[in-house]
């Protein structure tokens, strides 16, 4: 953005409780944030989970208004708007409110009123963000939505049609159709936490590249995703890529609040129960409880899970004794599939890369407040054999630490850049080999012995930076080639004539070439007219005494906001199971590699699938 810049990013967070929006500005070399700030936030809300975000539950169980942006509804039954993406799929399966909530949905009348809902919601937001524009005369030319992993391409379809029908101005329409990008949760938040490597340098050492497991732990859902961060001694940002896809589980501490709900409910309805005079519980006197146990969940200092007594302040109300049985019992239940998703990634980082490398476990996140998940995730770091304890990232000095996500998303919707810039940042293309010689043993991560067929190569040649154009492969007849990319190659004090398979990102298998020696040629590149789309002509030609050339193939790359890097535009969008990775056949086709071959062997590196937002731009 030039300077004295009135272009801004716009970062939206929905939250589980409220929905965060942030202003990014770039003027010069200052990186300026405003938040859009709700004064109408309930008080009660604001208290437990912080001020200036938009309150995003719903009242859809009774005859009131579906949805009070300004009032507590201390005294009707609430649940999250996050849920009502996608029919209710958005609730995760083992939500305790799932099945009646499920039921409810299948009336029409119920559907309609968490639609409405969720419309109020948005449309708020969108007059919060084109008021604010227009008195600080401000011009949106992007705009970021965080999302969690679990969601589909069908959520985040919702997620626009809504948007589109919530923005008046033109300018937020035109926006809407060119300049959305959808971030998980957890990136977003990487983007943030990479942003500011400079307050982090636990995490983030100048001098050493460093392997990041990102773990978000929200009121509903944990997502993850692991990353490697590029040192770079003369820039205090960090620069990353993930090693792999985003995952996602559901569970949180707002199920285990309604788990503790059903057994308040319980209780009293018991004829030997605490408020032996009540046939219900109250809706008010139920909220003030569950007020007294998230207090109680967020203190400091406690080693273990146990008996909980729940207060609230009315008149001749009884405490509810939760027996230490039950706060266990809930917890494993609310708990238990992200702490297990966490579990099993921190155990493959080390595997992979074990106590001797530079790897961090980031936690964020408000059920990751709590002891006994930090306490878990410390013992899966340890018997990992990690060498750092997780590190958990609460950075207050904003003021505001619960808009670092969409601080981020912002961040991340505002990383244009251009083919020169990207070859200019140190990105290098290089040819990767499954060398198919099934006699010759092949030594692989952690001195696991493997036939030659098993797994990819650790390296791969240089095919494409500022200094290369061509590289010379020599194959069996049988070999399988792909092309790989580091955004960051040349950027800090690791760059070489190879890459690295743990720092790239897969692009496109390439058709298998006969027997011999290959010179693969980058002869043309071009920058599409959106300044993000880049097209690249590769010819190839087997030397010899007798050489011979073979149709050329072309390739439109697109630039992934979230992952920093050119990847594989696959047109339409429109090619099944392109998660699996991208492979072009002899006739310059673009299709599923699981069209054409069995998967081999893994390491933990991300599998490239287009976001499906990116896949319908124009070039």
């Known amino acids: 953005m030039a300077a004295q810049s009135k272009e801004v990013i716009v970062g939206i967070d929905l939250g589980s409780t409220g929905v965060r929006v942030m202003f990014y500005r770039r003027i010069g070399d200052d990186h300026i944030f405003d938040q859009l700030w709700c004064k109408n936030s309930p008080a009660w809300e604001t208290k437990r989970y912080g001020g200036g975000q938009i309150k995003s539950t719903i009242t859809p169980f009774d005859g009131g208004p579906v949805y009070s942006p300004d009032a507590q509804c201390r005294g009707r039954r609430q649940v999250s708007v996050k849920w009502v993406f996608g029919d209710g799929k958005g609730l995760d399966s083992n939500h305790p409110l799932g099945a009646e909530?499920?039921?409810?949905?299948?009336?029409?009348?119920?559907?309609?009123?968490?639609?409405?809902?969720?419309?109020?919601?948005?449309?708020?937001?969108?007059?919060?963000?084109?008021?604010?524009?227009?008195?600080?005369?401000?011009?949106?030319?992007?705009?970021?939505?965080?999302?969690?992993?679990?969601?589909?391409?069908?959520?985040?379809?919702?997620?626009?049609?809504?948007?589109?029908?919530?923005?008046?101005?033109?300018?937020?329409q035109q926006v809407l159709e060119r300049n959305l990008y959808f971030h998980t949760e957890v990136e977003a938040f990487a983007h943030y936490l990479m942003h500011n490597a400079q307050k982090y340098r636990a995490i983030f050492p100048k001098t050493a590249d460093t392997t990041v497991l990102g773990l978000d732990f929200g009121g509903f859902s944990m997502s993850g995703c692991p990353f490697r961060a590029r040192a770079s001694p003369c820039v205090d940002a960090a620069a990353f890529f993930r090693l792999g896809g985003p995952?996602?589980?559901?569970?949180?501490?707002?199920?285990?609040?309604?788990?503790?709900?059903?057994?308040?409910?319980?209780?009293?309805?018991?004829?030997?129960?605490?408020?032996?005079?009540?046939?219900?519980?109250?809706?008010?006197?139920?909220?003030?409880?569950?007020?007294?146990?998230?207090?109680?969940?967020?203190?400091?200092?406690?080693?273990?899970?146990?008996?909980?007594?729940?207060?609230a302040n009315i008149s001749d109300s009884i405490p509810v004794l939760i027996p230490e049985s039950v706060v266990k019992a809930t917890f494993e239940a609310a708990m238990k599939a992200p702490l297990n998703m966490a579990q099993k990634h921190i155990n493959e980082l080390g595997r992979l890369y074990g106590a001797s490398h530079q790897c961090r476990v980031v936690v964020t996140g408000g059920s990751a407040r709590h002891f006994e998940v930090q306490r878990r995730l410390r013992q899966y770091c340890e018997d990992a054999g990690l060498r750092f304890k997780p590190i958990f990232a609460y950075d207050a000095a904003n003021g505001s630490p619960a808009f670092n996500v969409a601080r981020g998303a912002a961040l991340a919707t505002s990383k244009s850049i251009s083919v020169n810039e990207y070859l200019s940042n140190g990105a290098a293309f290089g040819i990767q080999m499954l060398q198919r010689d099934l006699h010759v043993p092949k030594q692989v991560s952690g001195g696991r012995v493997a036939s030659n067929n098993e797994v990819w190569d650790d390296t791969a040649a240089i095919l494409f930076n500022q200094k290369h154009r061509s590289a010379d492969i020599t194959?069996?007849?049988?070999?399988?080639?792909?092309?790989?990319?580091?955004?960051?190659?040349?950027?800090?004090?690791?760059?070489?004539l190879l890459l690295a398979h743990d720092r790239c990102y897969d692009l496109v298998e390439l058709p298998i070439p006969k027997k011999g020696t290959w010179r693969f040629t980058v002869d043309s590149v071009r920058q599409g007219h959106d300044g993000e789309r880049m097209f690249l002509q590769l010819s190839r030609r087997r030397l010899g005494e007798v050489s011979t050339e073979v149709p050329v193939l072309h390739l439109e790359l697109y630039f992934d906001r979230t992952a920093n890097c050119y990847l594989i535009y696959d047109g339409n969008g429109k090619i099944d199971d392109a998660h699996r990775g991208l492979a072009l056949t002899d006739d310059d086709q673009l299709v599923a590699c699981s069209q054409l071959v069995p998967q081999p062997h893994r390491k933990w590196k991300r599998r490239h699938q287009c976001p499906k937002e990116h896949r319908r731009r124009s070039a």
Request: proline content about 3%.
């Open 475 to 496: 194959t069996s007849g049988t070999d399988r080639l792909k092309i790989i990319c580091d955004p960051f190659h040349g950027r800090g004090n690791k760059a070489g």
């Open 101 to 172: 909530l499920d039921d409810c949905f299948r009336r029409d009348d119920f559907k309609k009123r968490c639609k409405d809902g969720l419309k109020s919601i948005v449309k708020i937001v969108a007059k919060g963000v084109e008021e604010k524009c227009k008195s600080e005369g401000w011009q949106v030319t992007g705009l970021g939505v965080s999302v969690p992993a679990t969601w589909t391409y069908d959520e985040q379809d919702e997620y626009k049609a809504l948007l589109k029908g919530a923005f008046t101005s033109k300018v937020m």
């Open 247 to 311: 995952f996602g589980a559901g569970g949180g501490t707002e199920h285990w609040e309604s788990y503790i709900s059903e057994f308040c409910t319980e209780e009293t309805l018991k004829p030997d129960g605490p408020d032996r005079k009540k046939s219900s519980l109250d809706e008010n006197l139920r909220a003030q409880l569950l007020e007294s146990f998230h207090q109680q969940i967020s203190e400091s200092g406690v080693e273990t899970c146990r008996e909980m007594r729940l207060h």
